[in-house]
């Protein structure tokens, strides 16, 4: 090779070498970049998986039962402690979602989740727009049933506002409540969609603990604090009534029932009752004309239905805590919501 061909050469190739040295800072800090953007992309992923996690509820063992489930759009998740451990007998067995305590029940030989032995609540309460609907998603469990009481008389009145006697069109006295129920049923096993056209009936005493249309509490003839509406497209009913008063070995309660019919044959049929926390009815039986007749002898605590078992066999002691209402203050009195799934098969 000539000389000026051999320098011609050099100067390539060193110019070339320099360039590539000069670029290789370059290409590592492109590809570091590159690695990093990765890194946060699943740095990102893992926080989306651990959100996503964090919706369910993980039930407890002790007091609950083994399934987990989320919140239904109108309840919020909450630890609720009972005046007696709930002890439930059978495997297919599930019990209330209620005043926002995520509950529920089964055999303690069935667990389709992990668990611990703690009877805690672990929740995070998502967006409602994070929440399916009830169609779609089993927000809602199996309320436990309890006894009718000695005081049901179907009395055939649908009515919304059952403080009218319509015998004589006198109204109950008392701190108004505006009561508002959920039914749902099972669809598939996994999935609820709205209970329509189930009949749902309420009964309850007035502010003095007393029943209309019977005839061991004087009443016969009238049709006060009685009556049913029919549950909406949305499963839905309401009720204007007042807060019940107390009588001698029962605690502040109100009584339902649900039914549906072919023709005179009743198809279906589910009887239970609400509960209300001891604390707001202290509140409102200390105003009138609650307050003239003194402090109530019985409490959730000491209420042999609400510490009791239930009639269907699903819950051994406590019902009582799987049936409360949620109330809420509001301007002229209270609002008390809870949502109920039944299993129509």
Same mark, same amino acid.
């Given at each position: 090779?000539?000389?000026?061909?051999s320098s011609?050469?050099?100067?390539?190739?060193?110019?070339?070498?320099?360039?590539?040295?000069?670029?290789?800072?370059?290409?590592? %800090?492109?590809?570091?970049g590159?690695?990093?953007?990765?890194?946060?992309?699943?740095?990102?992923?893992?926080? /989306?998986? /651990?959100? $996503?996690?964090?919706?369910?509820?993980?039930?407890?063992?002790?007091?609950?039962?083994h399934?987990?489930?989320?919140?239904?759009?109108? %309840?919020?998740?909450?630890?609720?402690?009972?005046?007696?451990? /709930?002890?439930?007998?059978?495997?297919?067995a599930?019990?209330?979602?209620?005043?926002?305590?995520?509950?529920?029940?089964s055999?303690?030989?069935?667990a389709p989740? $992990?668990?611990t032995?703690?009877?805690?609540?672990?929740?995070a309460?998502?967006?409602?727009?994070?929440?399916?609907?009830?169609?779609?998603q089993?927000?809602?469990?199996?309320?436990?049933?309890?006894?009718?009481?000695?005081? *049901?008389?179907?009395?055939?009145?649908?009515r919304?506002?059952?403080?009218?006697?319509?015998?004589?069109?006198?109204?109950q006295e008392?701190?108004?409540l505006?009561?508002?129920?959920s039914?749902?049923?099972?669809?598939?096993?996994?999935? *609820?969609?709205?209970?329509?056209?189930?009949?749902?009936?309420? *009964?309850?005493?007035?502010?003095?603990?007393?029943?209309?249309?019977?005839?061991?509490?004087?009443?016969?003839?009238?049709?006060?604090?009685?009556?049913y509406?029919v549950?909406?497209?949305?499963?839905?009913? %309401?009720?204007?009534?007042?807060?019940?008063? *107390?009588?001698?070995?029962?605690?502040?309660? /109100?009584?339902?029932?649900?039914?549906?019919?072919?023709?005179?044959?009743?198809?279906?049929?589910?009887?239970?009752?609400?509960?209300?926390e001891?604390s707001?009815?202290?509140?409102?039986?200390? %105003? $009138?004309p609650?307050?003239?007749?003194?402090?109530?002898?019985?409490?959730?605590?000491?209420?042999?239905?609400?510490?009791?078992?239930?009639?269907?066999?699903?819950?051994?002691?406590?019902?009582?805590?799987?049936?409360?209402?949620t109330?809420?203050?509001?301007?002229?009195?209270?609002?008390?919501?809870?949502?109920?799934?039944?299993?129509?098969?």
């Amino acid at each position: 090779m000539s000389r000026k061909h051999s320098s011609k050469y050099f100067r390539t190739h060193f110019a070339s070498a320099m360039k590539t040295e000069s670029e290789a800072p370059d290409k590592v %800090q492109r590809n570091l970049g590159r690695t990093m953007k990765s890194r946060e992309a699943i740095a990102e992923t893992r926080k /989306i998986a /651990i959100a $996503a996690t964090a919706a369910l509820l993980i039930v407890g063992e002790g007091a609950a039962g083994h399934y987990a489930i989320l919140p239904s759009q109108h %309840q919020t998740a909450t630890t609720t402690t009972s005046p007696a451990p /709930i002890t439930l007998s059978s495997p297919s067995a599930s019990v209330s979602s209620v005043s926002g305590t995520a509950t529920a029940a089964s055999g303690a030989s069935v667990a389709p989740v $992990a668990l611990t032995t703690s009877t805690t609540v672990t929740t995070a309460t998502p967006s409602l727009s994070d929440i399916p609907t009830a169609a779609s998603q089993s927000a809602y469990i199996v309320d436990p049933q309890v006894t009718e009481g000695p005081y *049901w008389v179907d009395e055939e009145l649908n009515r919304s506002d059952i403080r009218v006697d319509p015998t004589d069109g006198s109204v109950q006295e008392g701190v108004r409540l505006v009561l508002s129920l959920s039914v749902q049923k099972a669809t598939d096993g996994a999935s *609820w969609s709205p209970f329509t056209g189930a009949q749902v009936d309420v *009964w309850q005493a007035n502010y003095q603990g007393i029943y209309s249309d019977e005839a061991a509490e004087g009443t016969v003839g009238k049709k006060f604090l009685r009556g049913y509406q029919v549950t909406d497209e949305n499963g839905a009913v %309401q009720f204007t009534t007042v807060y019940p008063g *107390w009588y001698s070995g029962r605690t502040v309660h /109100i009584h339902f029932r649900i039914r549906t019919f072919d023709g005179i044959q009743t198809t279906f049929e589910f009887t239970s009752q609400l509960f209300f926390e001891d604390s707001i009815t202290d509140e409102v039986l200390s %105003q $009138a004309p609650y307050n003239a007749r003194g402090r109530p002898d019985t409490t959730n605590a000491t209420d042999s239905v609400y510490t009791g078992a239930s009639t269907d066999g699903t819950v051994q002691n406590g019902v009582g805590s799987l049936l409360m209402l949620t109330l809420k203050k509001a301007t002229d009195g209270y609002t008390g919501s809870f949502n109920l799934g039944a299993e129509t098969t």
